[in-house]
Nanobody, 121 residues
Framework: QVRLVESGGGLVQAGGSLRLSCVASGGAFSRYAVGWFRQAPGKEREFVAAISWDGGTYRPESVRGRFYISRDNAKNTVFLQMNSLKREDTAVYYC???????????????WGQGTQVTVSS
């Protein structure tokens, strides 16, 4: 069993940056893919970024060039660096982990509780 805890969310002005962290405890986290998803009020959950156990990454076009995902397996932590934030990036951001995860939420076995990101104009 893997427990995930996100942190780093908050209120930021448009154009600003935030770095989210996802810290894992238990399980074989270093061998799992980790994904970040977000959900805005009234909208479906949306894939943001994924990183494989060995560091391969993927981001959709909507965030490519602005969001970057990285991991430190020694610290059981995955980061999401978010730059040039826009109002439409406002959402609750979740990290997820699993051996077969990639860009779809049903591929992941473990989820954090989420952290709120609010971008003001």
């Amino acid at each position: 069993q893997v427990r995930l805890v996100e942190s780093g969310g908050g209120l930021v002005q448009a154009g600003g940056s935030l770095r989210l962290s996802c810290v894992a405890s238990g399980g074989a986290f270093s061998r799992y893919a980790v994904g970040w998803f977000r959900q805005a009020p009234g909208k479906e959950r949306e894939f943001v970024a994924a990183i494989s156990w060995d560091g391969g990454t993927y981001r959709p076009e909507s965030v490519r060039g602005r969001f970057y995902i990285s991991r430190d397996n020694a610290k059981n932590t995955v980061f999401l660096q978010m730059n040039s934030l826009k109002r439409e990036d406002t959402a609750v951001y979740y990290c997820a982990a699993g051996p077969k995860g990639w860009d779809k939420d049903d591929e992941y076995d473990y989820w954090g509780q989420g952290t709120q990101v609010t971008v003001s104009s």
